[in-house]
Nanobody, 123 residues
Framework: QVQLVESGGGSVQAGGSLKLTCVGTGFTRSDACMGWFRQAPGKEREGVAAVAQGGNPMYADSVKGRFTISRDFAKNTLYLQMSSLKPEDTAMYYC?????????????????WGQGTQVTVSS
C-alpha cells in the first residue's frame, strides 16, 4: 500500500531554515508526482511545491525564491528546503503523491497523503 511519511518539522525563529523530508513506499511509478502542501488553522490547504521525473519544479508564488524542492526518484524520497522563513509559513505541511505527472499543485488531484509535520515560525 502506498504510504508517505514526513519528517523535519519544528519551531524556528523568523529568518531561519528547516528541511522537510518525505519518504514514499509502496509504489514504483516512474511518472509519479510528489509535492508539498500546507494548511494553517482557519485557512484552506494550499499547494507549496511539486516535482515529477523529467519535469520542472513548480512553486507557489508565496514561496518562490525561499523554498527549494528536490527528490531522489529512485528512493521515492522528497525534500523541501525552506529558508528565510516567515511567521505566515506556520502550518501543517503534508507530502502528497499522484500519477501522470504534475499538471498543477491542486490538492484534489493528489490521492495519496502523509500524516503531516508541523512547522512553526515565530517572530
Amino acid at each position: 500500500q502506498v504510504q508517505l511519511v514526513e519528517s523535519g518539522g519544528g519551531s524556528v525563529q523568523a529568518g531561519g531554515s528547516l528541511k522537510l523530508t518525505c519518504v514514499g513506499t509502496g509504489f514504483t511509478r516512474s511518472d509519479a508526482c510528489m509535492g508539498w502542501f500546507r494548511q494553517a488553522p482557519g485557512k484552506e490547504r494550499e499547494g507549496v511545491a511539486a516535482v515529477a521525473q523529467g519535469g520542472n519544479p513548480m512553486y507557489a508564488d508565496s514561496v518562490k525564491g525561499r523554498f527549494t524542492i528536490s527528490r531522489d526518484f529512485a528512493k521515492n524520497t522528497l525534500y523541501l528546503q525552506m529558508s528565510s522563513l516567515k511567521p505566515e509559513d506556520t502550518a501543517m505541511y503534508y507530502c502528497a503523491a499522484r500519477w501522470s505527472g504534475c499538471a498543477s499543485i491542486i490538492s484534489s488531484f493528489f490521492p495519496y497523503w502523509g500524516q503531516g509535520t508541523q512547522v512553526t515560525v515565530s517572530s
